[in-house]
């Protein structure tokens, strides 16, 4: 059963440099801030010797992580290890759904996640991207409706995108190494309909005009029409696909003003999801800067939010006492 809904003033999607300097400068603001997602999905985790950050001679990536983490959390802020499998706008706040059932909710949202390698690179995936490839299943799961398709990935996006598939396609297989979900994520694949390979490789993808299934390493062949790689937590795309953001000419990075601001109000992004230079440095900046500014919108929402409340309260004690007039929900912003 899902856990009562919580309400904060930010949330920040992403762990990595980027989404903690977010944190720290929410946090010391008073404000409620919740950050979601895993710290290995950084890619600054592969960091051996980070050398080019102003202060510090030289540290490691993971270093960097665990003593901003600890930062963040001095502050107040709360930190939850889990991806996020669905974003949606609800009237005047962001709702988002977590891969162990869990809903939070906020008036400001930071996409934090950093860029990640998607790509398999294995033999067939260049040349037949576009004939039964796609890297996106929100984006192009209508395109497979009632076929037979392949999902790969070992991460929360490949599995809400089987859960999804599912809705779609005649038969979905989810092909993994090793499945890294929350437990309530693999309940709920392990009922399903999907047929899973776990401790499975693939080692091509066949097909000459358009997909035909792919080969794994132990020499077994998966036929299907779609092969789907989603590796990882949800990503850009994804994320563009649900909340209608404005991306960049290559459409692979967010696009965003000076103070983070994405084309969705309240939404800011910073760090690598926004583009070159994919730095710390530039990353902890963003970082900072989408920090103040969505506390400052989150508040202003509750001014805002709360004067329109109390004039809705006005005009009703002006009512008849009799009048049946349904009453207006109290909210609990803090400003």
């Known amino acids: 059963m899902a856990e009562e809904t919580k309400f904060y003033d930010v949330i920040i999607l992403g762990s990595g440099p980027a989404g903690l300097q977010a944190a720290i400068h929410a946090a010391r603001k008073k404000a409620s801030v919740l950050l979601l997602g895993r710290p290995e999905n950084s890619g600054i985790v592969y960091a051996d010797d980070l050398e080019n950050f102003m202060g510090i001679t030289t540290i490691s ?7 901003g983490r600890k930062q963040a959390a001095h502050f107040g802020a709360e930190l939850l290890e889990e991806d996020v499998l669905k974003v949606d706008r609800d009237g005047a706040f962001f709702s988002l759904k977590t891969e162990s059932d869990r809903t939070f909710m906020s008036a400001a949202l930071i996409l934090a996640m950093g860029t990640t390698r998607t790509k398999l690179g294995v033999r067939g995936e260049s040349d037949l991207l576009g004939r039964g490839i796609s890297y996106c299943v929100e984006c192009d799961a209508t395109f497979f409706q009632d076929e037979d398709v392949i999902i790969v990935g070992n991460g929360s996006a490949a599995a809400d995108g089987v859960l999804t598939m599912l809705k779609y396609a005649k038969t979905v ?17 392990e009922k399903s309909d999907a047929l899973l390979h776990e401790g499975a490789k693939v080692k091509e993808i066949l ?12 020499g077994t062949t998966v036929s299907a029409r779609g092969v789907f790689i989603e590796l990882g937590a949800k990503g850009i795309m994804e994320l563009a696909a649900t909340l209608d953001i404005a991306l960049d000419y290559d459409m692979k990075y967010i696009e965003v003003n000076r103070k983070q601001e994405t084309s969705v109000e309240g939404l800011y992004a910073a760090g690598d999801i926004c583009g070159l230079p994919l730095q710390v440095a530039k990353a902890v900046g963003e970082g900072c800067i989408a920090g103040l500014e969505a506390v400052a919108y989150a508040r202003r929402k509750a001014r805002e ?3 329109a409340q109390q004039s809705e309260e006005v005009s009703e004690e002006t ?17």
């Open 61 to 67: 990536g993971t270093e960097l992580l665990r003593v």
């Open 173 to 189: 297989h989810l092909i993994s190494e090793k499945l890294l979900v929350a437990d309530a994520l693999r309940e709920e694949l």
């Open 207 to 218: 097909g000459k005009d358009r997909v035909e299934g792919v080969l794994l390493e132990d």
């Open 305 to 307: 939010l709360k004067a």
């Open 319 to 335: 009512k008849d006492a009799d009048s049946e007039a349904s009453a207006v929900p109290k909210l609990t912003l803090e400003i």
